[in-house]
Protein backbone atom coordinates (compact mmCIF):
# COMPACT_ATOMS: atom_id res chain seq x y z
CA UNK A 1 0.00 0.00 0.00
CA UNK A 2 1.17 3.70 -0.86
CA UNK A 3 0.58 6.42 1.92
CA UNK A 4 0.23 10.56 0.75
CA UNK A 5 -0.37 12.33 3.93
CA UNK A 6 -1.22 15.75 3.05
CA UNK A 7 -2.89 18.92 5.45
CA UNK A 8 0.15 19.71 7.12
CA UNK A 9 0.37 23.80 7.51
CA UNK A 10 1.18 26.69 9.95
CA UNK A 11 -1.14 27.46 12.58
CA UNK A 12 -1.80 29.75 15.16
CA UNK A 13 -1.90 28.04 19.16
CA UNK A 14 -5.07 26.95 19.55
CA UNK A 15 -6.17 26.41 16.41
CA UNK A 16 -6.96 23.35 14.09
CA UNK A 17 -5.72 20.87 11.66
CA UNK A 18 -7.13 18.22 9.81
CA UNK A 19 -4.94 15.54 8.22
CA UNK A 20 -5.03 13.37 5.80
CA UNK A 21 -3.61 10.35 4.55
CA UNK A 22 -4.85 8.65 1.20
CA UNK A 23 -3.88 5.01 0.69
CA UNK A 24 -3.74 3.39 -2.68
CA UNK A 25 -5.21 -0.18 -3.41
CA UNK A 26 -8.06 -2.02 -2.16
CA UNK A 27 -6.38 -3.69 0.68
CA UNK A 28 -6.49 -0.12 2.56
CA UNK A 29 -9.68 -1.66 5.00
CA UNK A 30 -6.82 -4.67 5.64
CA UNK A 31 -4.75 -2.27 7.56
CA UNK A 32 -4.26 -1.03 11.26
CA UNK A 33 -3.53 2.75 10.88
CA UNK A 34 -1.65 4.92 12.75
CA UNK A 35 -0.25 8.39 13.13
CA UNK A 36 3.33 9.60 14.44
CA UNK A 37 5.09 12.90 14.73
CA UNK A 38 8.75 13.49 14.73
CA UNK A 39 9.61 17.09 16.57
CA UNK A 40 12.83 18.70 15.59
CA UNK A 41 15.83 17.45 17.42
CA UNK A 42 13.68 14.50 18.86
CA UNK A 43 12.73 10.76 18.20
CA UNK A 44 9.53 9.48 16.18
CA UNK A 45 6.59 9.26 18.84
CA UNK A 46 3.25 7.49 18.25
CA UNK A 47 0.38 9.79 17.99
CA UNK A 48 -2.81 7.68 17.66
CA UNK A 49 -3.60 4.30 16.07
CA UNK A 50 -7.05 3.00 14.85
CA UNK A 51 -7.55 -0.47 14.12
CA UNK A 52 -8.92 -2.16 10.31
CA UNK A 53 -12.56 -1.42 11.59
CA UNK A 54 -12.58 2.07 12.71
CA UNK A 55 -13.91 0.93 16.16
CA UNK A 56 -10.93 0.72 18.54
CA UNK A 57 -8.32 3.76 18.49
CA UNK A 58 -5.51 4.52 20.84
CA UNK A 59 -3.76 8.03 21.72
CA UNK A 60 -1.02 9.46 23.54
CA UNK A 61 -1.55 10.85 26.57
CA UNK A 62 0.08 13.89 25.31
CA UNK A 63 -2.95 14.32 22.43
CA UNK A 64 -5.72 12.80 23.96
CA UNK A 65 -8.80 15.14 24.21
CA UNK A 66 -7.23 17.40 21.82
CA UNK A 67 -6.84 14.92 18.18
CA UNK A 68 -9.27 12.58 17.20
CA UNK A 69 -8.26 9.77 14.32
CA UNK A 70 -10.71 8.47 12.29
CA UNK A 71 -11.02 6.62 8.68
CA UNK A 72 -13.12 5.91 5.87
CA UNK A 73 -12.73 2.79 4.42
CA UNK A 74 -14.86 3.77 1.27
CA UNK A 75 -12.61 5.84 0.54
CA UNK A 76 -9.39 4.36 1.56
CA UNK A 77 -9.07 7.40 3.39
CA UNK A 78 -7.63 8.06 7.49
CA UNK A 79 -7.89 11.70 9.54
CA UNK A 80 -6.74 12.97 12.00
CA UNK A 81 -8.61 16.01 13.70
CA UNK A 82 -6.10 18.61 15.76
CA UNK A 83 -7.99 20.94 17.95
CA UNK A 84 -6.60 23.26 20.85
CA UNK A 85 -3.14 23.13 19.42
CA UNK A 86 -0.10 23.69 21.22
CA UNK A 87 3.35 24.38 20.12
CA UNK A 88 4.83 21.17 21.23
CA UNK A 89 2.77 20.31 18.31
CA UNK A 90 5.12 21.16 15.88
CA UNK A 91 6.37 17.89 13.71
CA UNK A 92 6.13 16.63 10.77
CA UNK A 93 3.19 13.87 10.79
CA UNK A 94 3.69 10.50 9.48
CA UNK A 95 0.91 8.13 8.83
CA UNK A 96 1.65 4.11 8.70
CA UNK A 97 0.07 1.33 8.19
CA UNK A 98 0.39 -1.92 9.79
CA UNK A 99 -0.62 -5.81 8.64
CA UNK A 100 -1.17 -6.88 12.44
CA UNK A 101 -0.89 -3.20 13.94
CA UNK A 102 -0.60 0.30 13.33
CA UNK A 103 2.51 0.60 16.37
CA UNK A 104 4.61 -1.87 13.85
CA UNK A 105 3.95 -0.08 10.59
CA UNK A 106 4.90 -2.03 7.38
CA UNK A 107 4.63 0.94 5.18
CA UNK A 108 4.80 4.55 5.56
CA UNK A 109 3.92 7.77 3.97
CA UNK A 110 5.46 11.23 3.26
CA UNK A 111 5.69 13.44 6.35
CA UNK A 112 3.66 16.39 6.35
CA UNK A 113 5.28 19.88 8.79
CA UNK A 114 2.71 21.04 11.30
CA UNK A 115 4.15 24.34 12.60
CA UNK A 116 1.75 25.88 15.53
CA UNK A 117 3.22 29.01 16.76
CA UNK A 118 2.37 30.79 19.98
Known amino acids: VQLQASGGGLVQAGGSLRLSCAAS????????MAWFRQAPGKERELVATINWSGDRTYYADSVKGRFTISRDNAKSTMYLQMNSLKPEDTAVYYC????????????WGQGTLVTVSS
Open 25 to 32: GRTFRTYH
Open 96 to 107: AAGVASGRSPNY
